[in-house]
């Protein structure tokens, strides 16, 4: 099979993320909840991950940064915990459903909402955003790039516009993290939302959110914690007020490894690699008759995602397709981005979407187009 469905969950992991997941589930006893070595060991390997994370996103303080299961989950958390009946909010149209639903949740409570439109290649404006800024305006949350076009978000135009505005920044930084450079000072980002199992290369049901110092998140959950067990109420301090219950240690172990695997190879050699194989497939497609291709390709910048239809073809027809004749492992459909698809006027029809991994061939990408080629013909 070749895989190219990356921007969903990067399936080729480093043998070594594999390595720590088996020795984790062997040796690992609960982090925090005992002098004993098991459970020192997963204290020292979390707090390792944490530290990796902090370096990687600017934070400063490792303690910042509170693990979860997924970008869903810490975005949930984030927006649950921030907004108050009354509050207005600025999105965009690029955002996937982790960010649009608990808004609309929070909608439905009293909480206002500004939804930014993009142009015909998926790009929205910055003056857009400034100019929907209002006097109770309490955040922007938007996305670091699309998940549907590839399209990145310039974060530090964003955060200037929050700060200058003295709004909070929440970045859904799903598809961004381990691909692109974040920090979260210079972008002037309060709160930032990952995921572990995309381009971090880390397992599946790990994740976390950064949160500025100073800046207080009710919980979305309390429980124990294996701190303060005499109180009535969650521990105030991070990490631990936004890590109730037992963490995902065998995860975060491997997302460790990740981290470490990703300072070695290093993110902008992956990164360079997997723009490469886009720029390749994109080249080698977008000529193709009866191809339309969305996105804005005037640039490299963009994460490495090329999302295409073949004439009136429904998507799924054609993933369905690519599969069984080529082998190839494609997403069709909505991809969880709906107001995406209505700017783009692909709402019925969905999208075939090829994500790519420094793992994938040229040799894959020259089937893919190939195959590509074939299916326009027929």
Do not use: W
């Not at 390595?19 to 060991?41: K, P, T, W, Y």
């Not at 930084?173 to 974040?182: H, M, R, T």
């Not at 049901?205 to 914690?225: A, C, F, H, N, Q």
């Amino acid at each position: 099979m070749i895989y190219m469905d990356n921007a969903a969950t990067t399936l080729r992991k480093p043998p070594e993320v594999i390595e720590a997941v088996v020795n984790a589930l062997q040796s690992f006893g609960n982090a925090g909840r005992g002098a004993h070595e098991a459970s020192l060991d997963a204290s020292r390997i979390m707090f390792d991950a944490r530290e990796k994370l902090s370096d990687l996103f600017g934070a400063g303080n490792p303690k910042q940064i509170a693990f979860t299961m997924n970008s869903t989950a810490s975005l949930n958390i984030a927006i649950k915990g921030l907004l108050e009946p009354g509050d207005h909010v600025v999105t965009t149209v690029l955002e996937h459903n982790s960010v649009l639903r608990p808004l609309y949740e929070m909608e439905a409570r009293g909480v206002e909402l500004t939804i930014i439109n993009s142009d015909s290649k998926g790009n929205i404006r910055y003056e857009d955003v400034k100019e929907a800024i209002r006097s109770n305006t309490k955040a922007i949350i938007c996305t670091g790039a699309s998940n549907l076009t590839g399209n990145i978000v310039d974060l530090m135009k964003v955060g200037q516009i929050a700060a200058d505005e003295q709004v909070l920044l929440i970045v859904d930084a799903s598809q961004l993290a381990g691909v692109f450079p974040i920090d979260v000072e210079k972008m002037h980002i309060d709160v930032l939302c990952f995921t572990g199992h995309k381009g971090l290369l880390g397992p599946q049901g790990t994740g976390g959110i950064y949160v500025r110092e100073g800046l207080d998140i009710k919980p979305l959950m309390s429980g124990g914690s294996g701190v303060q067990t005499y109180s009535r109420s969650h521990p105030p301090e991070m990490p631990a007020r936004l890590e109730a219950g037992t963490l995902n240690g065998h995860g975060i172990a491997g997302l460790a490894a990740a981290l470490t695997y990703l300072e070695k190879i290093g993110s902008d050699n992956i990164r360079r690699q997997e723009q490469k194989l886009m720029r390749q497939f994109y080249q080698g497609v977008r000529d193709i008759s009866g191809i339309k291709v969305y996105g804005d390709f005037t640039t490299l910048k963009r994460c490495p995602i090329v999302t295409l239809n073949i004439g009136d073809y429904d998507s799924s027809e054609v993933s369905d397709q690519l599969l069984t004749d080529y082998h190839i492992s494609t997403r069709p459909g909505a991809h969880c981005a709906p107001l995406m698809h209505k700017a783009l006027g692909t709402v019925e029809q969905g999208a075939v979407r090829f994500s790519f991994s420094h793992y994938n061939t040229e040799a894959e990408i020259t089937a893919a187009v190939e195959a590509v080629r074939c299916l326009a013909a027929e």
